[in-house]
């Protein structure tokens, strides 16, 4: 298990940091106080009041109040009252933040004492997480919280998408994936749910693992009709290397393992197009896009891939993709194509062509 000594981490954290991050204004006045809507009830004229300097917190309507690594937990849908939730918020901090937080592997039943404190009027040194824009694809754009670094670490050369230290509180009985026709088992297989609470807020969201099952990210897909301007569909976290990972590769390795599959893989551009192979039966993964990248193809051959499938959508985007992809597909695996009609995605294809792809991936 991996420890976090909170008091580290709140003494790492800066309010305005956290303000800004869930798009708070963080105007200040001479005593460094702040005043908010508040965001835990209805709340149409600032309750909640902030002092940046003394990190914490107290809403004068609803009286919920704490330090700042409570307000982060909270907005995040975790339970500050409880130790193991308020654990998760501050490993997920650590990450977003790129903070210190104390973060130490137990090697016995006892949690490690805080580190000590830095001097008085000398500043905590931290490194920022890495800067990266949330993106949006055609059929689905992925991903995760931005690789945990602290002060403490001295790392030249950062793993790419490590796992997760925490998992997200989804709602997995939104009616939102009723009415995409997405099935119980899928949802279960999947982890699919919607966020209450955080960054990914009113966001479906889909868990991206690795090839060895590890979790190392979240993808959110708005949800609601009326999406606010300037909001993108589909969300990535911060520092999440797309390009690193293939969607639901560990699914297609693991049934491998249990001999209820082959080595060629259907390859398509996202998440609802994976959804719909992978109930019928399909081996598929998905590349986040219209790209597939010579680091994406590594992950298929070093899993034992020999041949592959390129279902890319039906549009301008999709088909110059699949061009692109071919070669370096080709130079790799044996490697076949089903081109699709103008605005058709392997989610919306013919039941025909579904049925005929058993025959592309049989052994």
Known sequence: MTWVNFQTVREGLDFSDVLEHFGFETKANGRAQVKICCPFHEDANPSCGINLDKKVF????????????????????????????????ALLAVETFGIDGGVQEAKSGNQPKAKQRPVRGQKRTAQP????????????????????????????????????????????????????????????????????????????????????????????????????????????????????????????LAKREEGLTTTTVVIVEGFWSVLRLHAAGIPVVASFGDSLSEAQVDLLVQAGTTSAVLIFDGDEAGRKGAVLALPVLASRLFVKTVPLEDGVKPDTMGADILASLPRYVRS
């Open 129 to 252: 997480p890495k800067p990266a824009e949330s993106s949006e694809v055609s059929d689905a754009a992925p991903g995760p919280v931005s690789e945990p670094k602290s002060a403490s670490d001295a790392v030249s050369d950062p793993v790419v998408n490590p796992p997760l230290t925490f998992e997200l509180k989804l709602d997995h009985t939104h009616p939102f994936l009723a009415e995409r026709g997405v099935s119980k088992q899928l949802v279960s297989d999947f982890g699919l749910g919607v966020a209450k609470k955080g960054s990914m807020m009113g966001r479906l969201c889909f868990p991206i693992h690795n090839e060895a099952g590890e979790l190392i990210g979240y993808s959110g897909r708005w949800v609601d009709e009326d999406k606010p301007k300037d909001t993108p569909r589909y969300k990535l976290p911060k520092g999440f290397e797309k390009a690193q990972v293939l969607f639901n590769l560990n699914r297609v």
């Open 58 to 89: 107290n809403c004068f309507s609803c009286q919920t109040r704490g330090n700042v690594l409570d307000f982060f937990a909270q907005m995040e849908g975790f339970d500050p009252a409880k130790p193991a939730e308020l654990r998760n918020a």
